[in-house]
T-cell receptor, first 113, second 114 residues
Framework: NAGVTQTPKFQVLKTGQSMTLQCAQD?????MSWYRQDPGMGLRLIHY???????DQGEVPNGYNVSRSTTEDFPLRLLSAAPSQTSVYFC????????????FGPGTRLTVT | DQQVKQNSPSLSVQEGRISILNCDYT??????FLWYKKYPAEGPTFLIS?????DKNEDGRFTVFLNKSAKHLSLHIVPSQPGDSAVYFC?????????????FGRGTSLIVHP
C-alpha cells in the first residue's frame, strides 16, 4: 500500500512554462485535495474533488487547473508558471466517511524563476 | 481572513514537560477540529481530532481540548519527547456540499529539548 504518491519531488520551471504535478492514491479514497505550503502561511487549499468527475475550487485556485477522471489520480496543472507559484505542493486524500482525516503525499517542491 | 489562527509560530519545551499548543477559530459552523504533525521534507500526518459535540479527546500522550464558547482549542502533549519536535497544524472543517475539507492554521513549530 503506497498511500499517496506525488511526482516529481522537485521541479524548476521558467516563468511562462506549463507543467503537471502528478498525484495518485491507492486507498480507494473518494476525496482528494491539493494544497500549497508557503513560509508562514500554513497549508492553503487550491482545488479539491469529492469523486471522479467532480472538482471544486479552494482558497487559492487562480493559475491552476485540475481534473479527476479516475478515483486514483488527481493531477494539478500549472497553466503558465509565475514566480508567485514557487511553493511546496501537497496532495491529500481521504475517505468519504472520515473526510476530515486526510492522508498527505510527500510533497513537490516547485521553484519558478 | 484567517478562520483558523495559531498565534504562536514557535514553542520550546524541555523533554518530559508538558507542551501546550493553542488554536483559535472564527467560524462557528466548524464541525471537526484536527491536529496534524509535520516533519521537514515530509507531508503532514493526522494526529488527533475532536468533534464539536465533545470538549476533550485523548489518545495516549496527546489530548485535545475544545472550548466552543471561546472558539479555542488546544493540544496537550504529556510528557514531551524530542521526537515530538515538528510543526503542528491546527485545522477545522465543516460540511460544504457534503465534504469536510479542512481549513488549516499557519502552524506552530515545537522544539523539545533533551
Amino acid at each position: 500500500n503506497a498511500g499517496v504518491t506525488q511526482t516529481p519531488k522537485f521541479q524548476v520551471l521558467k516563468t511562462g512554462q506549463s507543467m503537471t504535478l502528478q498525484c495518485a492514491q491507492d486507498m480507494n479514497h473518494e476525496y482528494m485535495s491539493w494544497y500549497r505550503q508557503d513560509p508562514g502561511m500554513g497549508l492553503r487549499l487550491i482545488h479539491y474533488s469529492v469523486g471522479a468527475g467532480i472538482t471544486d475550487q479552494g482558497e487559492v485556485p487562480n493559475g491552476y487547473n485540475v481534473s479527476r477522471s479516475t478515483t486514483e489520480d488527481f493531477p494539478l496543472r500549472l497553466l503558465s508558471a509565475a514566480p508567485s507559484q514557487t511553493s511546496v505542493y501537497f496532495c491529500a486524500s481521504s475517505n468519504r466517511d472520515r473526510s476530515h482525516e486526510q492522508y498527505f503525499g510527500p510533497g513537490t517542491r516547485l521553484t519558478v524563476t | 481572513d484567517q478562520q483558523v489562527k495559531q498565534n504562536s509560530p514557535s514553542l520550546s519545551v524541555q523533554e518530559g514537560r508538558i507542551s501546550i499548543l493553542n488554536c483559535d477559530y472564527t467560524n462557528s459552523m466548524f464541525d471537526y477540529f484536527l491536529w496534524y504533525k509535520k516533519y521537514p521534507a515530509e507531508g503532514p500526518t493526522f494526529l488527533i481530532s475532536i468533534s464539536s459535540i465533545k470538549d476533550k479527546n485523548e489518545d495516549g500522550r496527546f489530548t485535545v481540548f475544545l472550548n466552543k464558547s471561546a472558539k479555542h482549542l488546544s493540544l496537550h502533549i504529556v510528557p514531551s519527547q524530542p521526537g515530538d519536535s515538528a510543526v503542528y497544524f491546527c485545522a477545522a472543517s465543516t460540511a460544504s456540499g457534503g465534504s469536510y475539507i479542512p481549513t488549516f492554521g499557519r502552524g506552530t513549530s515545537l522544539i523539545v529539548h533533551p
